[in-house]
């Protein structure tokens, strides 16, 4: 009996700017926590090579950190030199190799920096080599435990957003065709925009327009070295799920600033982050609406994060139009062939398997 083919949304070519994935299915980014000096090493390689060849569109590497005292862990990747460039350059050529984009995350922990491996504890490091000091929008600890952080003064966000600019430079020179700057999960980004972490009074702190300046003008240096002809992502926390935090509406706004400026061609809509005392309410696509109501709300593209594991579920948020590209964490952590068995059962007609895998395709 001859199969039906059809034409699901999740299997048709996404595109962006000059870019155009074979499916509308993202690894998201996700630390390993098992680098050295901020290089990858073989693990990076595999881990990334095994979800282009399961088939995923764009294979977004973890948080790339633009300076060391910026990583989340000692374990983190960064971009902070051209060795670290040219180590990356190798992730690129493999994930592009195996026919998916290859995407780059690039961020600064700000003051949830120096923390320990998550099989370490994922604790604040409070001694030695690793425990660097952290920067923030002000000096306010994460939580009780964890190192206060220094207050940036105007050198210390130059410093920063210059990083971002050659981070940028250098993840472009390195062969990577999409970029996504981590603006969420309360990192140094969503610790200047959130009106929690940010007490200042200067240009950077008071009213949302100076909240967003710092983001604006990492957007802005990141723009500058990145081309035109490909595409910029932005993730943010859509909303901290806190009484007084940024929420839903702050989202909106900011798309519709950004959509105006045209610089960023998706929002990545993850959300908390900002304290420990965030509601999550957890469930199978608990993010979608957030990205329905930036898409909708800012005419901006949208990318739906969080529990999305079914074919189906995945399936279902393209064809109600509630986000254009669905970003994938866990279930790609536990099956890299997740996108070959969703073609085969949402029956799409259009896509191959590695020819070495071949005869793995019967079940
Ligand atoms: C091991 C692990 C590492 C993560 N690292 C990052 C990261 O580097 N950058 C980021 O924006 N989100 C990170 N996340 C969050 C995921 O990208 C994703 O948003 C989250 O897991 C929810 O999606 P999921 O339910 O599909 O896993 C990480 C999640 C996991 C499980």
Known sequence: MLKRSR????????????????NHIMLSPMCQYCGEDGLPNEWHYIHLASRAIGGAGIVCTEVVHTLPEGRI?????????DDHRDALARLAETI?????VPGMQIGHAGRKAAVSRPWEGSLPIQNGPDAWPTVSASAIPFSGGWRTPGALDQSGIDMIVESFRDGSRRAREAGFKLLEIHGAHGYLINQFYNP??????????GDFNNRCRFLFEVIEAVRSEWPDELPLFLRISATDWLQGGWGIDDSIRLAQILKERGQVDLIDCSSGGTSPDQQVPIHPGYQVPL??????????????????????????ILANGDADLIIMGRALLADPYWPLKAAKTLKAGNVDWPVQYERGNIF
Request: charged fraction near 20%.
């Open 291 to 316: 990205a329905k109501s930036v898409k909708d709300g800012a005419g901006m593209m949208t990318g739906a994060v969080g529990l999305i594991y079914t074919p189906e579920h995945a399936e279902s």
């Open 196 to 205: 929690i972490s940010n007490m200042r009074d200067d240009d950077y702190g």
């Open 73 to 81: 862990s000692p374990g983190c990747l960064g971009i902070w030199s």
């Open 7 to 22: 034409d699901p949304h999740l299997f048709r070519p996404f595109t962006a700017r000059s870019v155009t994935a074979r």
């Open 96 to 100: 592009r190799s195996h026919g998916a």
